[in-house]
């Protein structure tokens, strides 16, 4: 966790003031939100807000947008406009990209009947599985309501194809749920979807606002392979983490049946594995952790965590051509190094 | 039911062909969409498409707009264009408002444990509680992309106003459970955003895509009236209507805390009704019909019905002074008088 925060700090030292200013930006702008819509929804959302989290979404939409910030002369198209100012639309969109992921988490802690998150009561927990489900609602259709107060049709294609996105990732999930059949490629097309179309889509808003809209193709890849590692490098952490590291304990995902990498390579290796039922294995949960340590043994968590770390380098290789500032190019690789550090 | 269906066959008849070919259209949209967006979609929206309904909100998208189907001459605004094709932008707005209003069915069916819908199993009983959460967020999302597509900053607003209505109208509904102290106004309210706003919504799409901005807001209010009386008249229906009728046992509000207009105005009546604590008084969910006997010996269905009734009229009047085709406003006065008919 302290080398996540070092990291952290890293990012916003190469993003300089400009990026803190507009992380600042973006707080106030999601305190508006959660208060501007209804008793109901301050009371629901404010804790969920207030539990923080990363921003790593707004952060990406930042680092890809030009900017003062992160050492680029001010002017059209900066993060900060000429006077200084911030875009309002950057911030719009740094919001739309949290709220939609706060939509998700809210949805998530409903269906996995969380009391915790970050520590703190979940909105299902604090409120019941209807004002959750209706938050997580409101949450999603004012997501859509930033975007579209820019005026953007493009920035909400990009926001709906994303949305669709997590969505569809959810339910192949479910639909691949305690399956032996799962291939790697159809794993890392679920990773795309329920997690990496968010990443591109606040790297392709960051570069449409931010005046850059030519990479808005060549950072929006940037962005899927991030996404990508941090879905990859979650579900090694699933079943290898600590618990004090993750606020879970071991093999969470086994226990509801998603089939994640370091299962579908273990499978491949050890025979035994391959012909469990897993249904079956961990009806008595206890089992669960013997069958991470089993996994663990041969040798999948290690590669899960290569291929992961193959699409770290991808993703700063899909820099070194582009058109930016380097240190604009530093603070995006200290981001794709973070997710690694997030692991370390 | 046969009331119902001849009244639709007379707002399709007032219609005209241009009316049946768009909604067509729409129905052909939407089965696009079930099946373009991954197998576990096309296998849960499918079910939930072919189940139907009465099309209500993309029917007002499509009156709302000019249109050679309601009387008007071909020409630049129509439905019809000037060469007789459908206007992509309006099928997409019925799609959105259609697609977000299942988006809704499918939550509440989740919320409420709900079997059956129309005669069907419902997604949250095929596939249970997160494939279903999981497919009415991709319905939600793909009500966002069709009208991103259009290019239209100002409809995306407008479906983000009405969807964040929606999600403030549930949560302002289980804050109100149970309550004895639901002001008629603060139900108007409620009625206004979780009905009302679509209703809205979808006429003021059908203006800004069918040529009509100008009317957006005069229709829209026109809309938003219709989509009270439907709430309203709802809300009398769950307390006095034949089961066979609902396709659910009476007070089914009562039994989830849901305080109604019927109840609030008979609490005024009726001391006894006023002194009942409604929690306690449905644990035995076979008391529920008593309580809805002793609201209707008040005579507060008579008074709901009536204030329902007068929304109908305002509506109508609305339509009054409007720059359409005595055809465009006949069908538009068909379907307000059609939301009054489904309850007679």
């Known amino acids: 966790m302290n080398t996540a925060k070092a990291q952290l700090g890293a990012v916003l030292a190469a993003g300089g003031p400009g990026l803190a200013y507009m992380l600042d930006r973006t707080e106030a702008r999601l305190a508006e939100v959660a208060e501007g819509h209804g008793a109901e929804l301050a009371r629901h959302a404010s804790g969920t807000l207030a539990a923080g989290g990363k921003r790593l979404r707004p952060m990406l939409v930042f680092l890809c947008a030009g900017g003062e910030g992160v050492g680029e002369p001010r002017g059209e198209g900066n993060a900060l406009r000429a006077d200084g100012a911030p875009d309002g639309r950057l911030v719009a969109a740094a919001a739309a990209v949290e709220l939609l992921h706060m939509a998700t988490l809210v949805h998530d802690d409903v269906l996995d009947r969380a009391p915790l998150r970050r520590g703190r009561p979940t909105v299902f927990a604090a409120g019941g599985r209807l004002a959750a489900t209706a938050t997580g609602d409101l949450l999603f ?7 579209a107060a820019t005026g953007s049709a493009d920035a909400v294609r990009a926001l709906s194809a994303a949305s669709s996105a997590l969505a569809r990732g959810e339910l ?3 639909a691949d749920a305690w399956s032996d059949d799962v291939s790697p490629e159809r794993y890392l097309e679920r990773c795309r979807l329920k ?8 790297c392709r808003l960051g570069a449409l606002f931010g005046g850059r809209a030519g990479l808005a193709a060549a ?13 990859m490098l979650d579900d090694v952490l699933d079943v290898s983490g600590p618990a004090e590291r993750t606020g879970k304990p071991h ?15 273990a499978r491949e290796r050890d025979a035994g594995l391959r012909g469990l039922d897993l249904r079956e294995a961990v009806s008595d949960p206890t089992r669960a952790e013997g069958i991470c340590d089993r996994i663990a043994l041969t040798g999948a ?3 899960a965590r290569e291929r992961a770390l193959e699409h ?6 899909a820099l070194a051509g582009l058109d930016m500032a380097d240190s604009r190019r530093r ?14």
């Open 141 to 147: 259709s004012r997501a859509f309501a930033e975007l």
């Open 172 to 174: 192949m999930q479910r």
């Open 195 to 202: 997690t990496a179309s968010l990443f591109e889509a606040s």
């Open 219 to 231: 950072v929006g890849g940037f962005g899927e392979r991030v996404g990508l590692a941090f879905q």
């Open 251 to 265: 093999g969470t995902d086994l226990l509801d049946g998603t089939v994640t990498l370091p299962l579908i390579l």
């Open 301 to 303: 968590l290690g590669e």
């Open 312 to 317: 770290v380098a991808e993703a700063k290789l």
């Open 331 to 344: 603070a995006l690789e200290l981001v794709a190094d973070g997710v690694v550090e997030r692991y370390a």
